[in-house]
């Protein structure tokens, strides 16, 4: 399932609180595609605190607390990690990572937490949701079988890389044109993950993140930015990053494309692109300034002018996914529009012959 997906549902599992609709949710997925970013998504788009527990991390008593005598009985002290409707408000989310790796003792302290929203006397608030995350058995990471009794607790959903909506973070983001633009040339590299060979640095969505700081960092280094960018997504695929960048030296001037001024679409492939990726970045920039509708416009009327229209469909595609509505009230795209009318009607019948 795509990121943007699971947005949509961990929204809607946090507003059905309200309702007291809410079922815990187990997020699946290998390695880097985001499973902990997500979360974080839902509590700042929602503005409540977020409770990251790592269960690996855990002991038994440090869910369940510790006993201590009162009187002639025994109580348990509640753990202070966990959500107090005094200490941490009315609303949030309870993060339980790294699920597949806690020990089997760990989770079967874990089931009451989860099932019943409970442990002994401590009851978890009404208004706050439970979402899980972990690796999948085969990605070779520290991880234990979910016990049927645990799994039955959740409903459960897997999460696959996708690009678009990794571009559409990227720009909102503020990550380096460059690297978006690489992985519009290589798309197969977003995530390439072999579990049986176990390496240490390869590429993900997270990593891909680790090699824009990295380019932040060593970008005026050339002698030390190979060796940065294949420690963060490994030795192959750093190697193509540095030569792409290097490269981006020949784009055409995106300030003149943007002032509407003439400027030439690039040859290569590789090129445009770049060149789409940095208009899109331009984009974004300029989205709450006042002449941003004559950027749009400007970038529009470039768009149309790739010789592989499709190139122009995807830049068009990036930018209104960054910057929303405003960009289909700007004149150029109703022309824009008209120019690939006959692209996307061959497109549906091709759709519909299949």
């Known amino acids: 399932m795509r990121p943007s997906h699971i947005l949509e549902i961990l929204d809607r599992e946090f507003v059905s609180t309200e309702a007291a ?4 949710v187990m997020l699946w997925g290998p390695p880097g595609v985001g499973k902990s970013q997500i979360i974080g998504e839902i509590a ?19 869910l369940r607390g510790v006993p201590f005598r009162k009187g002639d009985m025994v109580e348990w002290s509640v753990p202070a990690l966990l959500p107090d409707e005094r200490r941490h408000g009315a609303r949030g989310i309870l993060f ?4 597949t790796s ?58 696959e890389p996708n690009l678009d909506d990794w571009v559409a973070w990227a720009h909102a983001a503020g990550i380096d044109a460059r690297v978006i633009a690489f992985l519009r040339f290589r798309p197969d590299l977003l995530f390439d993950f072999n579990p049986a060979q176990s390496p240490l640095a390869f590429p993900s969505p997270r990593s891909w993140e680790y090699a824009h700081r990295a380019l932040v960092k060593f970008g ?21 990053l540095k030569a792409y960048v290097e490269n981006m030296d020949r784009l055409p001037d995106i300030d003149a494309i943007v002032k509407g001024e003439s400027a030439a679409v690039p040859e290569e492939i ?30 529009l009327n470039y768009a149309r002018r790739f010789p592989q229209r499709e190139m122009g ?3 068009v595609t990036d930018m ?9 009230a700007v004149p150029e795209f109703a022309e824009w529009a008209a120019s690939i009318t006959d692209l996307v009607l061959y497109d549906l019948k091709l759709a519909s012959t299949m």
């Open 220 to 240: 005026d280094a050339p002698e030390l930015l190979l060796d940065a960018l294949q420690a963060c997504v490994g030795r192959a695929a750093g190697l193509e």
């Open 44 to 62: 700042l788009n929602h503005g409540v605190p977020l409770i990251d527990i790592r269960l690996s991390q855990m002991e038994p008593t440090d």
């Open 313 to 315: 469909v995807m830049l």
């Open 21 to 24: 609709a809410h079922t815990p």
């Open 270 to 299: 590789d090129l445009q692109y770049g060149v789409a990726a940095a208009l899109v970045r331009r984009a974004v920039q300029v989205r709450n300034l006042p002449h941003a509708t004559l950027v749009y416009g400007s970038i």
């Open 102 to 159: 806690a020990t089997p003792t760990v989770t079967a302290a874990a089931y009451q937490l989860i099932l019943d929203r409970r442990l002994g006397e401590y009851h978890v608030p009404r208004g706050w949701v439970i979402f899980a995350a972990g690796n999948r058995h085969g990605d070779r990471g520290v991880s234990y079988v979910m016990p049927a009794p645990l799994a039955n607790r959740f409903t459960h959903y897997e999460i």
């Open 320 to 328: 209104h996914r960054s910057v929303g509505k405003p960009l289909i």
């Open 96 to 99: 339980l990572d790294e699920i």
